[in-house]
C-alpha cells in the first residue's frame, strides 16, 4: 500500500457515495473519502486527514479533473456547507436518487424484480421532523445541530429541507430560548415536528425539575407542546419516559390513506410524510395474510393501513418502546380497530411469531438475528420488509435465505445518502 499524508494532490474518480454523503474513491489500497464530489466524475482532490484506525483518508474536492459532471449544482440550502447534515444537495436530486438506487441493486443482485423508484413530491421543505441541541456561547444559548465532524454546533436556521412551518417553529423556539443561558444546564434538546395540514408539535426535554419550561413551551407557540424529563448519562436526546402535555390537546395528527395518526412527541415517526404513505400504502397490497404480524411497529401507522385494506385481518404489533406502543393503541382505538389488533411492548428478537405474513420496520442497524430466525421457524409465508439502510437489507435477506421477489426503493430523504426500500420475499 503506497502511503498517503495530509497534502498529497490527486486525481481521483469515485465509485460510491459513502454514508454522510461524500464520494469514495480507490487509490493504491485507500479508501478515500471526497465531500463534494460525484460518483463517476474525475476529480483533483487533496488529501486532508489520515485515518490512524484503517486505510481511510478524506480529501478536499478541488474541482473536475475533466469534464464537470452534467448533474452538478450549487447547493440550495444556504447552510449546506458548515451543516453537512444532506451531504448530495450539489447533485440534482433525481441524478442523486439513480445513483442511488444503482448502488443499492450491487447490494442486492438475487432481487427478481425492482420497481421504479418513488420521487419524493418534495426535494426542499420535505422534513417534518427535526430536533435542536443546546450549547452555551458567552450570554447566549444556541440551539444548532451538530455537524459530520467537530464538537462545535452549527446554527441550522434557514434549514432548506424543513418543512416552512417547522422552519418558523424553529425560528420561534430559537428566539424564545436562546436569550436564557441558564437554560442550557436545563435543556437537552427540542424535538419540533409538524403534520401536512401545517400544525406544528414541541417537545422540550430537559433535566431535574422543569421550572420554567412549561410557560416557555406555551410561549412558543406550537399546536401542542410537551416536556419530558431525561436525567440519565450520554447523549441521547430523549428517554423513554413519559412525556407531560402543556399546551394543546393531545398530539398533532398525521393522516395515511384516510387512517388517523397521531404524532408521538419523541417516539419514531416517518420524516417524510408523502413519501410514508406510498410505502405504506404498498407494504399494506403486499400484508395478504389473515394473521398480519408487525415487529419494529412504532405507532402502527403501517400495519394499520394493512388492517384497513383487509377487513378480514388481524394484526399483532411488537416494539420494545413503551411510548410508541402506547401511541399504536391510541391510534387502533381512534380508527375503529382496537378489537382486531393487539400491541405489544417486547424487543422484536423476543417476540414468537405466528402470523401468516411478516412486516419489519427495523432501524438502520437491520434486524436482529433472533428476529430472522424465529420468523424462519415460524408459519409465515411471506416477509415484507422495509429498509432504511440497504447494506443491512442484503445481510438479512441472505441470512433468512428467502426468494427476494421485489424491490421498490424510495427517495425519503432527497439530497441524503439514505433509500427507503419496500422488499417483498417469499418462502421457497
Not at 124 to 140: I, N
Not at 143 to 150: N, Q
Not at 285 to 300: D, K, M
Request: proline share 8%; net charge neutral; aromatic share 4%.
Amino acid at each position: 500500500m503506497v502511503p498517503l499524508k495530509e497534502g498529497d494532490a490527486l486525481v481521483l474518480t469515485p465509485r460510491r457515495i459513502g454514508r454522510r454523503g461524500e464520494a469514495e474513491a480507490e487509490h493504491e489500497g485507500w479508501r478515500v473519502r471526497i465531500p463534494n464530489a460525484i460518483c463517476g466524475e474525475a476529480a483533483r482532490v487533496r488529501i486532508t486527514h489520515v485515518s490512524r484506525g484503517g486505510p481511510v483518508a478524506v480529501a478536499e474536492y478541488e474541482g473536475p479533473a475533466e469534464a464537470r459532471h452534467p448533474a452538478r449544482r450549487e447547493p440550495p440550502c444556504p447552510i449546506h456547507d458548515p451543516c453537512g447534515g444532506c451531504g448530495l444537495q450539489h447533485v440534482e436530486p433525481r441524478a442523486a436518487l439513480q445513483m442511488k438506487v444503482a448502488q443499492a441493486r450491487r447490494l442486492l443482485p438475487a432481487a427478481e424484480a425492482w420497481s421504479a423508484p418513488l420521487e419524493s413530491p418534495r426535494s426542499l421543505g420535505y422534513r417534518a421532523k427535526t430536533f435542536l441541541l443546546p450549547q452555551s456561547r458567552g450570554r447566549t444559548l444556541l440551539l444548532g445541530a451538530r455537524p459530520p465532524r467537530g464538537a462545535e454546533l452549527v446554527d441550522t436556521a434557514g434549514c432548506a429541507v424543513l418543512r416552512p412551518e417547522l422552519e418558523a417553529l424553529a425560528a420561534r423556539t430559537r428566539a424564545v430560548l436562546e436569550s436564557r443561558v441558564e437554560l442550557s444546564l436545563k435543556i437537552r434538546s427540542a424535538m419540533l415536528r409538524c403534520n401536512r395540514r401545517g400544525a406544528t408539535q414541541l417537545t422540550l426535554v430537559h433535566f431535574g425539575e422543569p421550572g420554567p419550561l412549561a410557560a416557555l413551551a406555551c410561549e412558543i407557540g406550537a399546536d401542542a407542546a410537551f416536556l419530558q424529563r431525561h436525567d440519565a448519562p450520554g447523549n441521547l436526546i430523549c428517554s423513554e419516559a413519559e412525556e407531560t402535555q402543556v399546551a394543546g390537546d393531545g398530539p398533532i395528527e398525521e393522516r395515511f390513506d384516510g387512517l388517523a395518526v397521531a404524532i408521538p412527541p419523541t417516539a419514531f415517526f416517518q420524516g417524510n410524510p408523502e413519501v410514508a404513505e406510498e410505502l405504506y400504502r404498498a407494504a399494506a397490497v403486499e400484508l395478504s395474510g389473515p394473521r398480519i404480524g408487525e415487529l419494529y411497529c412504532g405507532a402502527g401507522a403501517a400495519g394499520l393501513l394493512a388492517l384497513v385494506r383487509h377487513p378480514a385481518a388481524t394484526l399483532v404489533g411488537v416494539d420494545r418502546s413503551p411510548r410508541a406502543i402506547a401511541a399504536a393503541h391510541a391510534n387502533a382505538a381512534a380508527n375503529g380497530l382496537a378489537a382486531r389488533c393487539r400491541f405489544d411492548a417486547v424487543a422484536a428478537e423476543d417476540a414468537r411469531p405466528a402470523w401468516d405474513t411478516v412486516l419489519v420496520n427495523p432501524p438502520r442497524a437491520g434486524c436482529h438475528e433472533r428476529v430472522l430466525e424465529a420468523i424462519a421457524a415460524g408459519e409465515a409465508r411471506s416477509l415484507v420488509y422495509l429498509s432504511c439502510n440497504p447494506v443491512t437489507l442484503a445481510r438479512d435477506a441472505e441470512r433468512i435465505g428467502w426468494r427476494l421477489l421485489s424491490v421498490r426503493p424510495a427517495d425519503m430523504f432527497p439530497q441524503t445518502p439514505h433509500l427507503e426500500l419496500l422488499a417483498v420475499l417469499r418462502r421457497p
